[in-house]
């Protein structure tokens, strides 16, 4: 009965933590995310990963990005953007192209990276990101995480 107890908790606790998850939309699509971000005047927060083969990107996800406390930050502070750079799997050619630009402008050199910037328009009404921080991985959780990302989105 008490092994019972234990499994049945186990379940409904993934299962709760599973159901978190869906709620969050990360973005591949800069163009898109974007205009959301200029819509509801949000800063996007960029995250530079390699989803599968980089161990301290899976460390991040798992510490912070899957908390219902990142949730809860993200959907009121943030427009989530992921830009991945696997090795085993492939992405289409635009996404390659567009996450290699990206990188190459925010001058990412490691993984995880996460870059925040303002979505702007130049005085020709073309599309610019204004850089306002990055962080990477901050040892401690969810808490201390988003305290730096605190510190980096109200500056």
Not at 24 to 45: G, Q, R, S, V
């Amino acid at each position: 009965m008490k092994r019972l107890i234990i499994v049945l908790l186990l379940t409904v606790t993934i299962a709760l933590n599973s159901f978190a998850q869906k709620k969050l939309t990360w973005h591949t699509d800069m163009d898109k995310a974007y205009e959301i971000a200029t819509k509801e005047n949000k800063p996007l927060l960029l995250f530079f990963t390699g989803s599968d083969w980089c161990g301290w990107c899976i460390k991040l996800q798992n510490e912070v990005l899957k908390t219902a406390d990142f949730e809860k930050w993200a959907k009121d502070n943030v427009i989530l953007v992921e830009l991945d750079f696997p090795k085993r799997k492939a992405l289409d050619k635009k996404l390659q192209i567009q996450n290699s630009q990206m990188q190459q402008m925010f001058q990412v050199r490691g993984y995880p990276s996460i870059h925040f910037a303002k979505p702007e328009k130049t005085v020709e009404g073309k599309k610019s990101l204004s850089k306002l921080g990055d962080t990477g991985y901050v040892r401690g959780g969810a808490k201390k995480w988003l305290e730096v990302a605190n510190n980096i989105v109200n500056n």
